[in-house]
């Protein structure tokens, strides 16, 4: 079946900018995760989605950043005021909410911010 | 806070070696370790992933071991490919919630 998508790949913006990403999960999973991976790093944890609601929004660096996922299905990351050092891929996860847990990534939307 | 290590950042081998790559967490209260691999400007793909309860996971060339009272995992590779060449991660879930902790990754290079 399809796995998790994320749009667009690739999003140049200019310092100040607002952008929207994009993340569609693999139909059924009720958990989604946002994570951000700068060059040479590991992933780090962003939000964590149950459902509708955020169950977890520890990991956004300050109030530029929210996500939404109003329907339970698709979510949307949203950057305000963006800054340079916002410029990283970010990544997109989606699991089921019992047994394993394993989570299943997107392929990543590499933010450029001039 | 949940400190994931890997060891070695990077490492290159022949083709056909065998290898192993290192893992390490601080906090030995788990519910899952996952190891994946990443190609370069591409996602994660999960290679394997090991719940708390058990010891060992094996597909195909790749066995994922977990130790968790010392907080160590290993993946070994065997009989190495250049196609195995990509980044490995290891990324734990602690009991105190779902999100994953990731460490830096090791790059392996298989050369022909």
């Known amino acids: 079946g399809a796995g998790v998508s994320q749009t667009p790949s690739n999003k140049v913006t200019e310092k100040g900018k607002y952008v929207e990403l994009r993340c569609d999960p693999i139909s059924g999973h009720t958990a989604l995760y946002w994570y951000r991976q700068s060059l040479g790093q590991g992933p780090e944890f962003l939000i964590y989605?149950?459902?509708?609601?955020?169950?977890?929004d520890s990991g956004l660096p300050n109030d530029r950043f929210f996500a939404v996922r109003p329907e339970g299905s698709v979510s949307t990351l949203k950057i305000q005021r963006t800054e340079r050092g916002d410029s990283a891929v970010y990544l997109c996860?989606?699991?089921?909410?019992?047994?394993?847990?394993?989570?299943?990534f997107g392929p990543g939307t590499r933010l450029t911010v001039t | 806070k949940q400190e994931v290590t890997q060891i070695p950042a990077a490492l290159s081998v022949p083709e056909g070696e065998n290898l192993v790559l290192n893992c390490s967490f601080t906090?030995?209260?788990?519910?899952?370790l996952q190891w994946f691999r990443q190609d370069p400007g591409k996602g994660l793909t999960s290679l394997l992933l090991i719940q708390s309860s058990q010891r060992e996971q094996t597909s195909g060339r790749l066995n994922a071991s977990l130790d968790k009272s010392s907080g160590r995992s290993t993946l070994y590779i065997a009989a190495s490919q250049p196609g195995d060449s990509a980044t490995y991660l290891c990324a734990v879930i602690s009991n105190s919630g779902y999100a994953l902790n990731f460490g830096k990754g090791t790059s392996l290079l298989v050369t022909p």
């Open positions: 996860a989606s699991s089921p909410l019992a047994g394993s847990l394993e989570q299943y």
């Open positions: 906090d030995s209260a788990i519910y899952n």
């Open positions: 989605f149950q459902g509708t609601g955020a169950a977890d």
